[in-house]
């Protein structure tokens, strides 16, 4: 997979879950799916490539970008896993596998890690986002963990466990609903984490993931 691409992915097959199609299949055009998604035409096009090459979709040129005639098998199996399971399922899910990946990578990490990492964490953090910006950015860091991680097996449990967490968290409501504060909590988990991955810490690491995670989920349960 095209790990730019990947976080794209992500969340393509969270909106496709989650959103009626017209009886052809038919996509939204481009433009409205990157802004939906909150990327750039670009990226949507390359997750829209790695589909069609799986696929999932066929293009015809002058009418549009169309599901492909078998079932999305991986959509499918990503929406009914998402109605089956509970945020208590998703919470106990990722802090089984996300902390451990972020101990692996402070292992692992080598300078191109950790230079995609520190990347990912100023994108994570710039200012003036749309949620579904953000929704991208957070993806792209938490993948670039799982990468540094160094573990094909636990990169592809990783990549399920984040299309079900985006499907189940797709519609849920915003305090503020422009964009994530200037002093939105997860910016400085953030950074605790990836310092921690820097500086080859791996008890500071897990330590780090399970509270973003625990500390996620908290301000996401009902009050």
Known sequence: MDDDAAPVLTLLQAYLAKTRLPADGRLPPERVLAEALGTSRGALRKALALMEADGQLWRHVGKGTFLGSRPLAAIDEVAALATRATASDLVQARLVLEPELAALAALRAGPSHVAALSDALRASCAPGQTWRGYELQDARLHREVALAAGNPLLLFLYDHLAAIRRVMTWDRPRVDEDGPPVD????????????????????????????????????????
């Open 184 to 223: 939105h909590p997860s910016f400085a988990e953030h950074d605790r984490i990836v310092a921690a991955i820097a500086a080859r810490d791996t008890a500071a690491s897990r330590r780090a993931m399970a509270a973003h995670v625990t500390a996620v989920h908290a301000a996401m349960a009902p009050a």
